[in-house]
């Protein structure tokens, strides 16, 4: 786990560390001394820790301007023990709706498993977006089913041609427009 690193090929273009406005700004993460864990396996130092034993993340990009986000997440989303989205809401995601983003673009790669619990915390991001949505890509199969089990496909989009992106390849803004179209497209009536 300790080789898995956040995807680096935005850097130039954003840094949460160095935006005022993001709820990371100031953070300092170490290229060399790796401290956080999971399950007592070292994790690469540039996840940032959002007060949770188990899942890290790291923000790639915000644009403040078109109102969206896109969060890289690694680790275990555990809502059952650790309550994981109380503290992605409150420690993430709470500040950047406030500064105006409602679109959040989610990439799932690196998330191993998923516990459900309850969904207050997901209708609560969902109500605080009007008129915005969650995209969810990259996430693997067996995650997508248990997340539909606690039925958060109603707060968050993902399958279909979510599931055929290759966000590597995209610019950020590219990137919000693709799935922006797809997800208009699954709204139009």
């Not at 959002?50 to 986000?69: H, P, R, V």
């Not at 500040?95 to 997901?122: A, C, M, P, R, T």
Request: avoid cysteine.
């Amino acid at each position: 786990m300790h080789t898995i690193e956040p995807f680096y090929n935005w850097l130039e273009k954003y840094s949460a560390a160095e935006d005022p406005k993001s709820p990371l700004f100031g953070t300092e993460n170490s290229l060399t001394h790796y401290t956080n864990t999971i399950y007592g396996y070292y994790i690469h130092p540039q996840w940032d820790d959002i007060d949770s034993e188990t899942l890290f993340l790291k923000i790639l990009y915000a644009d403040y301007e078109q109102g969206f986000t896109v969060i890289e997440l690694m680790g275990e989303w555990n809502d059952a023990l650790n309550n994981d989205i109380m503290s992605f809401k409150r420690n993430i995601l709470d500040q950047l709706i406030h500064e105006g983003i409602k679109h959040f673009i989610l990439i799932g790669e690196n998330v191993f498993n998923f516990h459900g619990s309850d969904d207050s915390y997901y209708e609560e991001w969902f109500e605080d977006i009007e008129e915005g949505w969650i995209a969810a890509l990259g996430f693997q199969d067996f995650v997508l089913s248990e997340m539909k089990n606690y039925n958060l496909d109603y707060y968050i989009n993902f399958g279909g041609a979510l599931d055929d992106v290759h966000w590597r390849t995209f610019t950020p803004k590219r990137l919000f427009a693709l799935v922006n179209s797809m997800i208009q497209k699954r709204l139009a009536p």
